[in-house]
């Protein structure tokens, strides 16, 4: 696999649309063991003077595990394909299934050095540059906290620079 390297400024995918209803996998390697996600919750934006991603992570996923090992994690975007494979990916841990990248479909491999899946439209490589705990005393109104989280899991936010973007180059 053959990839573009592009400037994210270039990129003109709409986000929404893109995290929100195409969803993405949020993938990272520990001990040379690769891990993902589905998520459909996130954000893209300017902070520090960078270009940045935000991905919200409950304490309970195994793919955070992931993401707290590595300095980098990747974002995988398929363009609303793959959506089976991503239901799969966001239903059942890595913890209880360790071959469900397999079961999905999809194909690990590396863009630069940096884990994703051969069946990718967009890959995002992000640097992690700042993590929090979603509090129950910082919501400024109970609606949120009782609809998202009876089990008291809050996400946690991952702040990245994303420092390199890819796609599939076009034969
Ligand atoms: C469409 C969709 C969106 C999801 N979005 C998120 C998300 O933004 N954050 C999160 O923590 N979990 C999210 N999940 C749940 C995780 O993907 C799911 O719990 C997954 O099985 C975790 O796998 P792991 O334990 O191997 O990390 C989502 C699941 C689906 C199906």
């Known amino acids: 696999m053959n990839?573009?390297?592009?400037?994210v400024k270039e990129l003109n995918n709409n986000v929404f649309q893109a995290i929100g209803d195409e969803w993405m996998l949020i993938t990272a390697e520990k001990d040379g063991i690769v891990n993902t996600m589905t998520?459909?919750?996130?954000?893209m934006g300017i902070m520090w003077g960078k270009t940045v991603?935000?991905?919200y992570i409950r304490p309970?996923?195994?793919t955070k595990e992931f993401v707290d090992a590595a300095d980098t994690f990747t974002l995988t975007f398929f363009g609303g394909e793959e959506k089976k494979a991503m239901g799969l990916l966001?239903?059942?841990s890595g913890r209880e299934m360790p071959d469900k990248i397999e079961k999905s479909g999809l194909h690990v491999t590396k863009v630069d050095g940096q884990v994703t899946f051969e069946e990718a439209l967009l890959v995002l490589v992000c640097k992690k540059l700042y993590v929090q705990e979603m509090k129950p005393e910082c919501f400024l109104g109970q609606e949120e906290i009782d609809r998202w989280y009876p089990e008291k899991d809050f996400h946690f936010m991952y702040m990245a620079e994303i420092i390199d973007a890819y796609t599939p180059e076009k034969e």
């Open 39 to 43: 998520a459909s919750w996130g954000a």
């Open 53 to 55: 991603a935000t991905a």
């Open 3 to 7: 990839w573009s390297k592009k400037s």
């Open 90 to 92: 966001g239903s059942v």
């Open 60 to 62: 309970q996923r195994y």
